[in-house]
Nanobody, 122 residues
Framework: QVQLVESGGGSVQAGGSLRLSCAAS?????????MGWFRQAPGKEREWVAR??????AYGDSVKGRFTISRDGAKNTMYLQMNNLQEEDTAMYYC????????????????WGPGTQVTVSS
């Protein structure tokens, strides 16, 4: 059974940094998996943040240049390094996985973690 568990969320002041982790069990990361980070703020739709597939990352426009996605195959873990955090980055952050071609649409992912909260204050 596939399980994803996020960690690393917390409260930080604007301009600060956090690193989120997504530990996977029940399957082994490989380059054929699309792994993604999404976020959802209260009252808003789930938003794609970043994804990595075949070792190639991609980012949403709102985080490009500030966030970095990576994965460690030996640890079966994916990361999201978030720098220069802003108040608008406040949200619940989720990691997700699917096998095959990547997508920016959350509906395309069939495995999700429970989420980790990130709160940025001014």
């Amino acid at each position: 059974q596939v399980q994803l568990v996020e960690s690393g969320g917390g409260s930080v002041q604007a301009g600060g940094s956090l690193r989120l982790s997504c530990a996977a069990s029940g399957f082994t990361y490989n380059r054929g998996h699309c792994m993604g980070w999404f976020r959802q703020a209260p009252g808003k739709e789930r938003e794609w943040v970043a994804r990595i597939y075949g070792g190639i990352p991609a980012y949403g426009d709102s985080v490009k240049g500030r966030f970095t996605i990576s994965r460690d195959g030996a640890k079966n873990t994916m990361y999201l390094q978030m720098n220069n955090l802003q108040e608008e980055d406040t949200a619940m952050y989720y990691c997700a996985a699917k096998f095959g071609v990547c997508s920016d649409r959350p509906q395309q992912y069939n495995n999700w973690g429970p989420g980790t909260q990130v709160t940025v204050s001014s």
